[in-house]
């Protein structure tokens, strides 16, 4: 079985500013990873993912993840954060293989851009 | 979200009541999954499906069951809804080529059981 620990519920930046949100996975067999992302009051929309490959993975909206297989993460940044970037990020994991995923996901951290 | 759709978007009901929502896909994917969403819990998964009429329980399946005899429609019912299943509930769905990995969700049904 797998489980994702998002370690940051909340984390306040400027707008301009970079920022990390931080994920942690446990799994005994190879996984999928996967960022969301969750404005108010809507659904969840998938910012990047990564299957295999490059550990550096680009998504939408300027944001990339880095899978690092040693300390089990895959951590979301972006450069410089906008005030529209304000939502709730979620990361999931899956076990890799198939079309078929149980996606297990972490609790979520709402990222809070201010002027 | 394009291509999925939940209905309906909001619900109130009474305890003790069935309630049925409502899932359809324009994707034909073969994959689709209902999860609940609760704050300090992120989404849990209720029930999922392999396709037509064949589903399986998630970890939070107490109280709820699906059907599917479309490919397109995934119905999860509360069978008798409780206050505990107050949430909201979001579909997604998958394919089976690599480009489709990764689910696309619905933009979900705010239950509210009074």
């Known amino acids: 079985a797998q489980s994702v620990t998002q370690l940051d519920s909340q984390v306040p930046v400027f707008e301009e500013a970079p920022v990390e949100l931080r994920c942690n996975y446990s799994?005994?067999?190879?996984?999928?990873l996967f960022w969301y992302v969750q404005y108010p009051n809507q659904g969840l929309q998938l910012l990047l993912k990564y299957l295999s490959g490059s550990t550096l993975v680009k998504g939408i909206n300027g944001f990339e993840a880095e899978f690092n297989k040693s300390q089990t993460s895959f951590h979301l940044r972006k450069p410089s954060v906008h005030i529209s970037d304000t939502a709730e990020y979620f990361c999931a994991v899956s076990e890799s293989g198939t079309g078929f995923q149980k996606l297990v996901f972490g609790t979520g951290t709402r990222l809070l851009v201010s002027p | 979200d394009a291509g999925i759709t939940q209905s309906p978007r909001h619900k109130v009901t009474e305890t003790g009541t069935p309630v049925t929502l409502r899932c359809h896909q324009t994707e034909n994917h073969r994959y689709m999954y209902w999860y609940r969403q609760d704050p300090g819990h992120g989404l849990r998964l209720i029930h999922y499906s392999y396709g037509v009429k064949d589903t399986d329980k998630g970890e939070v399946s107490d109280g709820y069951s699906v059907s599917r005899s479309k490919t397109e429609d995934f119905l999860l019912t509360l069978e008798s809804a409780t206050s505990s299943q107050t949430s909201v509930y979001f579909c997604?769905?998958?394919?089976?080529?690599?480009?489709?990995?990764?689910?696309?969700f619905g933009s979900g049904t705010r239950l509210t059981v009074v």
């Open positions: 997604a769905i998958s394919g089976e080529d690599r480009g489709d990995y990764g689910y696309t």
């Open positions: 799994s005994s067999v190879s996984v999928y």
